[in-house]
């Protein structure tokens, strides 16, 4: 029997990917910010990488920011977090969060 699904990801929203996925895939969601809103990314145990669709914004962690557009891809290391602002028009990015197993920190 297989578990194969199709999951539609053309709107914003979160994905459980358990019931499919054996692997460190933990979340696969479609994030939209409307200007000036901000988004923290930070989640004990795992990493995230976003890849952004549309739209502008920066991202800052510690002391670096980073400008964010169409095209730009930010891995979030473990432990470490991650302020999404959006720009003017406002962003959307597509973000996975992958587990790191206990024996890789």
Do not use: C, K
């Amino acid at each position: 029997m297989s578990r194969a699904q199709v999951i539609g990801l053309q709107q914003p929203g979160e994905v459980d990917p358990a019931g499919v996925l054996g692997g460190p895939v933990r979340g696969i969601r479609r994030v939209q910010l409307a200007a000036g809103e901000q988004r923290l990314l930070s989640s004990p145990g795992t990493e995230t990488t976003l890849f952004v669709l549309d739209g502008d914004g920066d991202a800052h962690s510690g002391g670096t920011t980073a400008a964010l557009t169409r095209g730009v891809s930010v891995t979030v290391p473990l432990e470490t977090e991650l302020r999404i602002t959006a720009g003017a028009g406002g962003i959307e990015y597509f973000a996975v969060v992958l587990a790191v197993p206990e024996t890789e920190r």
